[in-house]
């Protein structure tokens, strides 16, 4: 298995097939809306001009906008390149490379919902079988599991258990050692969380014949200003903040916090390429704030997904993810949309925008009949990769896997087109860092800017 080399290439997204005199949006109402999304676009740059690149501090100005993540990705790589040693990144990567040398395990534990940003990130960007390489192969990075804090008994006591926190052994290698990361941004979360005190109270155990690595073993990203539990606090006769605590600034909420440390420790510590998905996400802001409308990636994506909904009353969306690297991925973004649509409906809005995810690079057989029948009050975004990041399999006819895959897909587009499903398609170069990267930032910014200017239609 070889990796392709990673070149940075733009996404595409043609809404063309759903615009047309016959079709499910109107040109003249296209022509209208597009105008209006400038002008919402234009809003957001200004709002988040504050982060300058010459600014190297990375504390957030307080804001209820939640705007400050349009600009987040620059900011940490300006903040990097200026300073190697005192940056965010800079901190970040230092932590996870001591962590490497200590441990072959680390345990995510999301005390607050955040859990399928960091999970979305390494299952998009990790070899598909991370956990199951040696060592060896994982380059000394370590496996990682990670738990939501829910009231599921047996998913916390199977935990318990990997860790072997029934035995009375004490690991003394790295091998046997695991660290623990603690996401959480609310107090009351963090304090009341059973898992989280089991799992500490497993951490303690394993880390009796380590006193002097005992401190190290604990990552906590909490959001700024947010207090660290006296539990977590005085593990390891700590008696104040950590000075390996990771924040997340008070004005990136929810989903939007994926490019914080809330996603990027996690995937720093096994080995993501941090730089490179920060590039992609520039790159996508770079797009959305100079790009004409047009041909704006995320002012066409939200204008689809408005005029539906307003025209059509559509308000279903589908996220057809053609990957299994994008599942987690789908996930997160449907519970982005749900969260800053639910925000919008709470103010009076009534959007009551149901959005969820469909795996489809399974299951051909059954999939062409759904696909095959109408499905009115729906729209289906695919999700679709050009590339394969690794080498391309070939079947004994000679038949490469890339090849199968495109000419499924084409006929399952057709299927839909036959019936009149409603669909588009996004296109992916490839799933890495960098183009992921894009897809993430693309997503957050379609949908603040969808929000935004359903809020100004009050």
Known sequence: ???????????????????????????????????????????????????????????????????????????????????????????????????????????????????????????????????????????????????????????????????????????????????????????????????????????????????????????????????????????????????????????????FSLLTAAGLVPAALVGVNVIELLQGAAAMTKHFAETPAESNLILQFAAVHHLLRTKRNIREGVLSVWSKALTSFGQWYSALAQERHGTANSTGMGQNIGQWTLMNSRDWDSLLPQMGSAMPGRVFHHIVPEQVRFDPLEGRNGDSFPTNFQNRFQEVITTMSRTGNLSTVLSIPCIDELHVGQLFQMMMLATEVEARLAESQR
Not at 95 to 106: E, F, K, P
Not at 132 to 142: H, I, M
Not at 162 to 180: I, V, Y
Not at 209 to 219: F, G, I, S, Y
């Open 1 to 255: 298995m070889k990796l392709r080399k990673n070149a940075i290439k733009p996404l595409r997204f043609d809404p063309s097939p759903l615009i047309g005199p016959e079709l499910a949006i109107d040109p003249n109402d296209w022509s209208e809306i597009l105008p209006r999304l400038v002008q919402v676009r234009d809003e957001m740059v200004q709002l988040s001009s504050w982060a300058t690149p010459e600014l190297s501090r990375l504390s957030c100005p307080v804001s209820s906008s939640n705007i400050a993540f349009v600009s987040w990705p620059d900011r940490l790589l300006s903040a990097y390149a200026n300073d190697r040693r005192g940056s965010e990144l800079a901190r970040l990567f230092r932590r996870a490379t001591h962590l490497h040398s200590l441990v072959d395990r680390v345990v995510v534990v999301a005390v607050d919902g955040s859990l399928s940003g960091a999970r979305s990130i390494l299952e998009s960007c990790c070899q598909p079988f991370w956990n199951e390489l040696s060592r060896a192969d994982r380059g000394s990075k370590p496996r990682i599991v990670f738990e939501d804090s829910s009231w599921d008994n047996d998913a916390v006591q199977g935990l318990l258990h990997l860790l072997e926190a029934h035995r009375n052994r004490f690991p003394t290698c790295e091998l046997d050692r695991w660290a623990l990361v603690v996401l959480g941004s609310h107090e009351e979360s963090l304090h009341s969380s059973v898992t989280l005190q089991r799992i500490l109270d497993a951490l303690d155990q394993s880390a009796i014949a380590n006193e002097p690595h005992r401190t190290q073993l604990l990552v906590p990203v909490v959001r700024e200003g947010v207090p660290l539990p006296a539990r977590v606090l005085t593990y390891g006769q700590a008696t104040s903040m950590p000075d390996d605590t990771f924040e997340v600034p008070t004005d990136i909420h929810g989903g």
